[in-house]
């Protein structure tokens, strides 16, 4: 616990320095229904040739194929995708008949559940559901050193008509 809260820490403080090295990899889920592109960006090669690195890349490549997130981060979702959300929400509240100032606190909770849903950085990390991606990331900027962010990601799935593409 003490080691991810240094690494928060850490990476919030090097969040400002640009990411311009990196990585692009795949993920082929097991029987080639689901597969994943994904670049994540760090600040030097020499980082991005590690294999806490490479293990971090495949590992977010893993849990986009599981997850099928929309956007990267909150700031990323659409001002459209986030009032038609919040509409239903508002919607689904005052149908229950409570009142406003109670309806408002229904959708509150119910878009930070719906970024939790469609928000690569703020999903519980399928390997580790006590930490997000964002905490995952930023441990591992605590241990390397260095900014990394994902920059954007492709996932595809066999039988759908499109696929989910995600750039920061």
Not at 62 to 88: L, Q
Not at 118 to 141: G, R, W
Request: net charge positive.
């Amino acid at each position: 616990m003490v080691l991810r809260k240094k690494g928060i820490a850490t990476a919030a403080k090097k969040a400002t320095r640009t990411t311009s090295e990196g990585s692009v990899a795949s993920y082929i889920h097991a029987g080639g229904k689901i597969g994943v592109l994904v670049e994540v960006n760090c600040e030097s090669d020499f980082v991005a040739r590690t294999d806490d690195f490479k293990t971090l890349v495949h590992d977010i490549a893993m849990h986009i194929a599981a997850t099928d997130p929309r956007f990267i981060r909150k700031e990323d979702v659409t001002p459209e995708a986030f009032e038609k959300e919040k509409d239903i929400y508002r919607a689904q509240a005052a149908a229950t008949g409570k009142p406003s100032q109670v309806v408002e606190k229904i959708v509150e909770g119910k878009m930070g559940k719906f970024y939790e849903d469609v928000c690569l950085y703020e999903q519980p990390f399928i390997k580790d559901q006590t930490m997000t991606v964002h905490q995952l990331i930023a441990s591992v900027v605590g241990k390397l050193g260095e900014n990394i962010s994902v920059k954007r990601f492709a996932r595809f799935k066999v039988g759908d008509v499109g696929e989910t593409i995600a750039v920061s």
